[in-house]
């Protein structure tokens, strides 16, 4: 039950290109990066802005908060973990945007294991091995592009994959859908 009929805390004036940004959407992951199983040393940030290009060799290339642990991370070792989210690891995603509490830290959260690009969600079947190639600053982000290393595909989560639209989490593929089945 509510009084108001819209939300509360709406900007009266939202600004075009956010808008414009929300309606694209896009698939979750979450890039992680950092040695040692301390966990004081590692970074996450969870990341919808990111495109796979193709090649020989293909790369990532994501918007970063500039300031955030996990670019200055990335920098420091240049190398980093991207995971592709499951619906089920919304609140995984929510810890390491920042949004929810995570006592102790958002690798608490979940299990991870050390490789060779960083830490590594366990329960993450499609993961890439990323190296930096390239940074420059584009707006208020930092434009990183990765070549990719190394590459693990697994089958879709039973859960689907995790989309973002609209300042929303929803499931890209609901489960059982026969598009959830690897082309």
């Known amino acids: 039950m509510t009084i108001h009929d819209t939300h509360p805390f709406a900007d009266p004036h939202p600004d075009p290109v956010r808008r ?5 959407g896009g698939a979750v992951t979450l890039w992680t990066s950092g040695p040692g199983a301390a966990g004081s040393d590692r970074a996450g940030l969870t990341v919808s802005s990111l495109v796979v290009a193709l090649g020989e060799p293909s790369h990532v290339i994501g918007l970063l908060d500039p300031d955030a642990d996990l670019t200055e991370t990335l ?5 980093a973990v991207v995971q592709v989210l499951a619906w089920s690891d919304r609140g995984l995603a929510e810890a390491f945007a920042g949004m929810a509490p995570a006592p102790g830290g958002p690798f608490r959260v979940a299990d991870f294991e ?3 690009w960083g830490p590594r969600l366990v329960s993450a079947g ?3 091995g990323v190296e930096l190639v390239d940074e420059r600053e584009v707006g208020w982000s930092a434009e990183v592009t990765c070549r990719i290393a190394h590459l693990e595909i697994a089958d879709d989560p ?7 639209r609209r300042g929303r989490w929803l499931p890209l593929v609901p489960p059982g859908h026969p598009l959830g089945s690897d082309a």
Do not use: M, N, Q
């Open 20 to 24: 414009f940004r929300g309606r694209i």
């Open 158 to 164: 039973v859960s689907g994959a995790l989309g973002h």
């Open 75 to 79: 920098r420091e070792t240049g190398r």
């Open 126 to 128: 499609t993961w890439a």
């Open 114 to 116: 050390d490789t060779g």
